[in-house]
């Protein structure tokens, strides 16, 4: 069964409430597993085992918190390895304007490098979803619609390539 895997950092519990909802909408996905999981009980052997990834993070002076980025930057070890799983990122700030987007295109650019397909958002929160402070009903919306999407994406991917 294809899998998804979804990362977070959190200092106030925000990014790991996002982190929930976007898996809830990822559930409503027959047939594909789907974990949510801090970044402190996250391995890189957790990315190279995964159909998707779908990291969160607070934003921290424009970027994403050093807990995520650590993995990321460990995550080296499969460069090349994670390349056609599905990836994707949303994020937390204080305030509206607060970096977000910034923080969500750090992430998707090491996504990228890595060569995964990363999921965007036709409507709402294009780069992935986004909350300022604890998710309001937007970003809860948003939230759930990017889980089933990623999640269908990972179930497609997965198909083909088997």
């Not at 898996?23 to 009980?41: F, L, P, R």
């Not at 052997?45 to 990834?53: E, Q």
Request: neutral net charge.
């Amino acid at each position: 069964m294809p899998s998804l895997l979804i990362v977070y950092y959190t200092r106030t519990g925000s990014t790991e409430e996002m982190a929930r909802i976007i898996a809830e909408g990822a559930a409503k996905v027959s047939d594909v597993d789907v974990t949510v999981q801090a970044v402190a009980d996250t391995s890189v052997d957790d990315l190279l085992n995964a159909d998707g990834v779908i990291m969160g993070s607070p934003v921290y002076y424009g970027t994403m918190a050093a807990e995520l980025k650590r993995l990321i930057d460990e995550s080296i070890k499969y460069h090349g390895k994670l390349a056609g799983k599905v990836g994707g990122a949303f994020a937390t700030s204080a305030n509206r304007g607060g970096g977000s987007e910034t923080t969500i295109m750090d992430i998707v650019k090491a996504l990228m490098i890595h060569g995964m397909v990363v999921q965007g958002i036709a409507q709402g929160a294009h780069y992935g979803p986004v909350a300022v402070g604890a998710p309001d009903k937007l970003a809860r919306e948003d939230c759930l619609r990017y889980g089933r999407q990623t999640a269908e994406l990972v179930k497609r991917i997965s198909r083909r390539s088997s």
